[in-house]
Every structure is written in C-alpha cells, then in structure tokens.
C-alpha cells in the first residue's frame, strides 16, 4: 500500500470500511466436478455472499441451493496496523479467530439469502456481517434505479 500511494496509484476519497489480506483454507462444494475456487472469481458467477465470522463456523451443506461454492478464508497473519499507513483501512482483521466465508451462487443470489441465513443462524460462531453482491453488466447501467 505505502508503494502504491508513494507512486501517486492512491485515492485519498475513498473510505475503506475492510480492507484486509486473506488466506484460503479451505472449501466446501455442492457438486462432484465442482468450478475450483481458485478459478471461481473468473467463472462468472451471478452473485457473491460474504460472511464474516468471529469463531469457527462449521462446513455447509450446499444441496438444494443455488450455492456452489463456499470457501473459508482467514486473514494472512502480519496486517495490524503500523504507524504512517497512508490512509485508514477501516476494521482491521481482527482477532485469531477471525473468519471469512465466500458463497459463490448461480441464479439469483436473493434464492441462496434463505439458506445462508439458516447457516448463519446455526453456528456457533458470531456472525458478524452477511453481504451480498450480484454480478455488475460492465459497461451499463444496470442496478443503478436499485442503488439507495
């Protein structure tokens, strides 16, 4: 970040609310020949649930859904934040226990919320955020009426 901001690439506007490093660590799948999470990002899903956890929330059963994918992620460890950062990076990443849960969905990503709440509300873990994004149409202005 220093080396971004010190080549003028920053955006001092911006209000970054979590702005963190993750690890992958694992995942869970509804399919046998599932879509491999290290190419999920790029096989164009129609939505993306994130869900952040303080504990460790349990694997999901994703039959019956229109979710594909869920992976877990913690944060890469070395991210507290050091005297002269350029900007706020919002939260920070927590604690240890600290949890990221990433639901790759196909069809409309309000059909998979039911199920995510389900899950969310049976682990032991804390939840502390769900939010979900649909695929943008790059080059439109599709959404824009439902922005609020």
């Given at each position: ?9 920053g955006f001092n506007e911006r ?28 096989a164009a899903y129609d939505g ?101």
């Amino acid at each position: 970040m220093r080396a971004l901001y010190g080549g003028g690439r920053g955006f001092n506007e911006r209000t970054h609310v979590h702005t963190i490093l993750y690890d992958h660590v694992g995942a869970d799948y509804r399919d046998a020949d599932p879509v491999p999470v290290d190419l999920a990002l790029d096989a164009a899903y129609d939505g993306i649930v994130l869900a952040w956890f303080d504990g460790e929330p349990a694997e999901m059963d994703l039959s019956g859904t229109n979710i594909e994918i869920a992976s877990k992620w913690v944060p890469s460890p070395g991210q507290e934040r050091p005297p002269g950062t350029p900007m706020d990076l919002g939260s920070g990443p927590g604690g240890p226990e600290r949890t990221l849960r990433m639901f790759f969905v196909r069809g409309d990503v309000e059909d998979a919320l039911p199920a995510i709440r389900s899950y969310t509300d049976g682990v032991a873990a804390s939840t502390l955020l769900v939010a979900p994004f649909v695929r943008t149409a790059v080059g439109t202005d599709r959404y824009v009426d439902e922005l609020w």
